[in-house]
């Protein structure tokens, strides 16, 4: 009978030394698991900071190669040839002077106030004459040129803004801007 109660004894030693393994090894799990979040929270944090490190100087050599020029708020204005108009456009250039040259500049060059029109910026393949139309009637917060938001213009006829943007247009089309 000896022999059984030291085998049954020594069960419940085994059976904690069991239990005790398991634990310790779901603690070595626990803070495995822990390390791995870590290590993957530390990786995606170096991986933003690189992300934000290179957009940041990626926009830095952009705009230090002056490759950014549509950001900057130039005080000099674009040199604008002035091509042969049409009459749609002579009648568009009056309207300009009268409406946008303030603002503009002459032909549409910028100046200290506002941006250039004659600007690839501005291209049809960027805005369409829909856009200009769409400016003068609403107006425009600030997103190409740090010159401020454009107030509406409601009081501009709809004839006068295609006069004006036709003008804009020829003026771009003569200026290597299509």
């Known amino acids: 009978m000896s022999g059984r109660t030291s085998g049954a004894s020594n069960q419940p030693r085994e059976r904690l030394r ?3 393994a398991i634990e310790a090894w779901r603690e070595r799990d626990k803070m495995h698991r822990r390390v791995r979040a870590l ?3 530390r990786v995606v944090l170096v991986l933003i900071a690189a992300g934000h490190a290179a957009a940041a100087l990626a926009v ?3 705009a230090g190669w002056g490759l950014w020029t549509p950001f900057s708020r130039r005080s000099d204005v674009a040199t604008v040839v002035v091509p042969s108009l049409s009459a749609t ?3 568009g250039r009056a309207a300009y002077d009268r409406r946008c040259l303030q603002c503009h500049g002459l032909h549409g060059a910028g100046n200290a106030a506002g941006p250039p029109l004659v600007h690839s910026v501005y291209r049809p393949a960027h805005h369409a004459d829909v856009a200009f139309a769409l400016a003068v009637r609403r107006g ?4 190409h ?7 509406p213009q409601a009081d501009a006829s709809l004839d006068e ?3 004006i943007t036709r003008y804009i247009r ?9």
Not at 140 to 143: D, E, P, W, Y
Not at 145 to 151: E, I, L, V
């Open 170 to 178: 020829e003026l771009q089309r003569g200026n290597g801007i299509d």
């Open 140 to 143: 425009v917060r600030a997103h």
């Open 39 to 41: 290590l993957t929270m």
């Open 161 to 163: 803004v295609e006069a």
């Open 89 to 91: 456009a002579e009648a």
């Open 60 to 62: 830095i050599g952009y």
């Open 18 to 20: 069991v239990i005790a």
């Open 145 to 151: 040129w740090r010159f401020g938001d454009m107030p």
